[in-house]
């Protein structure tokens, strides 16, 4: 393995670990947030860009950005519209198709729409 590659490695390694950790955090938080104000306080509601209530976050890392490590929190609508977006940036041929079958998912699994 060149210097490089052990150094990208590396990098990957550490980010997997921290995000797994963020994750995990944050799932912690959320099973205990109903009974544990604490927690609530450590952790409060995030919003979407739109004002919604956000149920969805994106971890991204730009490389126009520096590889700066930013959360972005999505409602319902906003996430299923990224997603499309995603889909067809990336050039699926079944990007609107899949997108609905998300977005039926999700609302046929969950009782609040994130308002
Ligand atoms: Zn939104």
């Not at 099973?31 to 609530?40: G, M, V």
């Not at 998300?102 to 609302?107: I, L």
Request: aromatic share 4%.
């Amino acid at each position: 393995m060149t210097t490089a590659a052990a150094v990208r490695a590396a990098a990957r390694a550490a980010e997997e670990a921290d995000e797994a950790a963020v994750i995990a955090a944050r799932a912690a938080c959320t099973a205990r947030a109903a009974a544990d104000a604490a927690c609530t306080a450590a952790d409060p509601v995030k919003r979407c860009s739109c004002g919604n209530v956000a149920v969805h976050q994106w971890p991204l890392r730009l490389c126009s950005d520096g590889r700066i490590k930013r959360v972005l929190h999505l409602c319902a609508l906003c996430d299923i519209a990224l997603n499309l977006h995603m889909l067809r940036l990336l050039g699926d041929p079944q990007a609107g198709a899949k997108a609905a079958d998300y977005a039926g998912e999700w609302f046929a699994s969950n009782s609040t729409t994130g308002e």
